[in-house]
């Protein structure tokens, strides 16, 4: 097994070799200059073509000897919203972490195939990690606001990461706009110096939410973002999410098919034969269709109630 899994490995690498051989680096992974303090869109670097397309060709994920995922291929298109559906354990959250490469944190992970970002390979040896994870925005399933921080801290957090250079205007004027942007800048504009974790579980989410949009990421990944959260705070997340896509490509990992029905463009569905097996994609398509007329019983009795 361990010598399966190192040719696995050294196959992967040695494919990414050739390409990266027959091609230079796309510019669309180089460091971005700083949020544009102008209030015009998120940053008039980005006015032009802000989402951006994922594609994953033959996709296979791996905890050490654990295969987890097998073989998905799919895109996801900008100014959308995609939903990943399917029972637990069949690889929809490990997938979306490997869009932002947060799978390969874990100890032994890793990753076979190729996730591209309009055309560039970001498991690719010369594309760095810490860039995609800025340029791949993730809000987690749990609300997680940064406990000795600030509600104007939490939200300029990434900001402070990823440049040096921004001044205390620019950068108040970011604050503004992605609180505004997340619908809680009326809610707190009076209280910007209190700790984000005294807000409520909707509000905490929202800044959560502020805080990824802040250093203007390309595409936005949600992990069940609703699933601790009441039915009002449920709805204003998903209005929230309608609108963030006309500026983001959104993949959202949800266990709720009525949201996934309401707040989605397309859907994903994933499933695994049993227990130990690897998830696997079984189909998608435009979410009314899933919803209404899927090509595969599997994906029918999934959304119809019958199993999951």
């Not at 097994?1 to 669309?28: C, F, G, I, L, W």
């Not at 998120?42 to 050490?64: F, I, M, P, Q, R």
């Not at 949201?259 to 130990?276: C, H, I, P, V």
């Amino acid at each position: 097994m361990e010598e399966e899994r190192k040719e696995m490995m050294e196959s992967s690498t040695q494919d990414r070799a050739r390409r990266e051989a027959d091609a230079p680096v796309a510019p669309s992974l180089e460091p971005a200059p700083a949020p544009s303090p102008s209030g015009k869109g998120w940053g008039s670097h980005k006015l032009d073509n802000t989402a951006k397309t994922v594609e994953a060709k033959g996709v296979d994920l791996y905890y050490g000897d654990f295969h987890a995922v097998a073989d998905v291929s799919m895109t996801i298109p900008p100014n959308k919203v995609t939903a990943l559906v399917g029972s637990s354990g069949c690889g929809k959250t490990t997938f979306l972490r490997a869009i932002n490469r947060m799978h390969e944190l874990t100890p032994g992970a890793y990753a076979t195939g190729v996730i591209e970002i309009d055309g560039q390979d970001i498991y690719a040896r010369n594309v760095d990690p810490v860039e995609v994870r800025r340029l791949v925005g993730m809000v987690f399933q749990a609300p997680n606001p940064f406990p000795t921080m600030s509600i104007y801290e939490n939200t300029a957090a990434g900001l402070n990461l990823n440049s040096s250079k921004v001044s205390k205007s620019e950068k108040d004027e970011v604050v503004e706009r992605s609180l505004r942007g997340a619908h809680l800048w009326d809610e707190v504009k009076d209280r910007l110096d209190k700790p984000g974790s005294g807000l409520s579980g909707g509000q905490q989410q929202r800044l959560c939410i502020a805080r990824a949009i802040a250093v203007e990421p390309e595409v936005l990944l949600m992990d069940e973002p609703c699933s601790a959260l009441d039915p009002v705070a449920t709805l204003a997340i998903e209005d929230l999410i309608q609108e963030l896509k006309n500026n983001f490509t959104i993949a959202i990992v949800t266990h709720n098919m009525q949201q996934a029905s309401r707040a989605s463009d397309y859907t994903a569905f994933f499933n695994l034969e049993k227990s130990g097996d690897p998830g696997r994609l079984i189909e998608i398509g435009e979410t009314t269709k899933i919803f209404s007329n899927p090509e595969k019983k599997e994906t029918e009795d999934y959304v119809s109630g019958r199993f999951g």
